[in-house]
């Protein structure tokens, strides 16, 4: 997986994992006062089932984590990686977890 890189592309408001220079994963984000909202997340179907989804997840939350910034998880692929890797679940904000069910 050396062909892997994972970016922040703030002009299209996305990070992205490109694999072999190509956009293969994004996950759209808006950014508010002290937050990043999270709206979709997409694997191009050349790309599915090869985990790149999870590894877009875990290097967005990291920089939400990196930017002091809490993530508010309206993308149901963010909300279901941060059920199911706990450690995350502090970047979401009290007033918010019920509404996405973590």
């Known amino acids: ?3 892997i890189s994972l970016g922040d592309n703030p002009g ?7 694999k072999a220079g190509e956009v293969a994963a994004y996950a759209e984000y808006n950014v508010l006062k002290n937050a990043l909202l999270f ?9 599915e089932g090869q985990g790149l989804g ?5 290097f967005a939350l990291e920089e939400v984590r990196k930017r002091g910034v809490h993530a508010i ?3 149901q692929f963010i909300a279901g990686y ?8 502090d970047l979401v904000a ?5 509404a996405y069910r973590l």
């Open 73 to 75: 998880p309206q993308c």
């Open 82 to 89: 941060i059920r199911k890797h706990p450690e995350y679940l």
């Open 54 to 58: 999870s590894k877009l997840a875990k």
């Open 39 to 47: 709206t979709h997340t997409e694997v191009l179907p050349a790309y």
């Open 12 to 18: 299209q408001h996305r990070f992205e994992l490109k």
């Open 94 to 98: 009290e007033e918010h977890r019920r």
């Open 1 to 3: 997986m050396d062909d």
